[in-house]
């Protein structure tokens, strides 16, 4: 018998809801944009998307550590742990991209168990929990067969990150050996592999909060994702492949050094 809807799941998703209301009121107005240490941009919206979020679950699960983007991590070393970016894709939020995601991931004993990824702009909900299978809109949603990168279409993220981080050989062997190679940029990729309408996205430079949900919801739709790799996700990692499962290996391959 399939599992049925967790607790956790019900709740991130009222999260995920109410917290896409504040980031899409926000999207229709120019908003100030401020600096993070990292140079990275932060607004007013990513600030209070993550403390309703946060706010709505720690109120349900008191007893959970929480790790977010914007406010840091309480109990980060706790065996269920909320992993939350409030927006993923603030640079387009900004420049009023509508290619941006709320994200509300869970992790237990490590492993990325279930995921609520919010493209309001894109009109698109999807989650996904071990278990359960993923979903998109309220429909079941699969990992496509394409079997080889001959056949496949790619994404990755940040062309000068692969630069920066060393891993540029790698990507020129994918595109060379990926039918097709677009960027579509942030948590709207993850979507399209976990419902089948790409084969695999890869990144370099992220932090587990940019991936925490998206994989959740990719593996529950029968894909596969590790590191660049091949190493199994964790809190620490940095860069990402998450596939069909059947292209896999195929591109941990391509970036052996
Ligand atoms: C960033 C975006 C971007 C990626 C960066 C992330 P943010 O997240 O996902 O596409 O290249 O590495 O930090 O700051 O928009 O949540
Ligand atoms: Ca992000
Ligand atoms: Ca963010």
Same mark, same amino acid.
């Given at each position: 018998?399939?599992?049925?809807?967790s607790?956790?799941?019900?709740? !991130?998703?009222?999260?995920s809801? @109410?917290?896409?209301?504040?980031?899409?009121r926000?999207?229709?107005?120019?908003?100030?944009?401020?600096?993070? $240490?990292?140079?990275?941009?932060?607004?007013?919206?990513?600030?209070?998307?993550?403390?309703?979020?946060?706010?709505?679950?720690q109120?349900?699960?008191?007893?959970? =550590?929480?790790?977010?983007?914007?406010?840091?991590?309480?109990?980060?070393?706790?065996?269920?742990?909320w992993?939350i970016?409030p927006?993923?894709?603030?640079?387009?939020?900004? @420049?009023?991209?509508?290619?941006?995601?709320?994200?509300?991931? %869970?992790?237990?004993?490590?492993? *990325?168990?279930?995921? &609520?990824?919010?493209v309001?702009?894109?009109?698109?909900l999807?989650?996904?929990?071990?278990?359960?299978?993923?979903?998109?809109? +309220?429909?079941?949603?699969?990992?496509?067969?394409i079997?080889?990168?001959?056949? +496949?279409? #790619?994404? *990755?993220? =940040?062309?000068?990150?692969?630069?920066?981080?060393g @891993?540029?050989?790698?990507?020129?062997?994918?595109?060379?050996?990926?039918a097709r190679?677009r960027?579509?940029g942030?948590?709207?990729?993850?979507h399209? #592999? $976990?419902?089948?309408?790409?084969e $695999? &996205?890869?990144?370099?430079?992220?932090? /587990?909060?940019?991936?925490?949900?998206? &994989? !959740?919801?990719i593996?529950?739709? =029968?894909?596969? *994702?590790?590191? /660049?790799? =091949?190493?199994?996700?964790?809190t620490?990692?940095?860069?990402?492949?998450?596939?069909?499962?059947? &292209?896999h290996?195929e591109?941990?391959? %391509?970036?052996?050094?």
């Amino acid at each position: 018998m399939p599992l049925q809807r967790s607790k956790e799941l019900t709740v !991130a998703l009222e999260a995920s809801q @109410r917290a896409a209301e504040v980031v899409m009121r926000y999207y229709k107005q120019d908003i100030t944009v401020e600096q993070k $240490a990292d140079a990275s941009p932060v607004t007013i919206a990513d600030k209070e998307a993550e403390k309703l979020i946060q706010k709505i679950i720690q109120a349900y699960f008191p007893e959970y =550590g929480f790790l977010g983007e914007e406010s840091g991590g309480t109990h980060a070393d706790k065996e269920k742990l909320w992993v939350i970016d409030p927006i993923d894709g603030t640079k387009n939020f900004i @420049r009023h991209i509508p290619i941006f995601g709320i994200l509300i991931g %869970l992790m237990q004993y490590g492993k *990325c168990t279930l995921g &609520v990824s919010n493209v309001p702009g894109m009109n698109e909900l999807m989650y996904g929990q071990k278990g359960l299978g993923a979903f998109l809109n +309220g429909q079941s949603a699969h990992v496509s067969n394409i079997a080889s990168l001959e056949k +496949g279409s #790619v994404s *990755c993220g =940040g062309l000068k990150h692969f630069r920066t981080s060393g @891993r540029f050989a790698g990507l020129e062997k994918l595109i060379t050996r990926s039918a097709r190679m677009r960027v579509f940029g942030d948590a709207y990729a993850y979507h399209l #592999v $976990a419902s089948g309408r790409l084969e $695999a &996205v890869v990144e370099t430079k992220i932090k /587990i909060w940019d991936i925490a949900a998206p &994989v !959740a919801i990719i593996e529950a739709a =029968g894909g596969k *994702c590790t590191d /660049i790799d =091949g190493n199994p996700i964790t809190t620490d990692t940095t860069t990402i492949i998450a596939s069909n499962g059947k &292209v896999h290996d195929e591109i941990v391959e %391509l970036f052996k050094k």
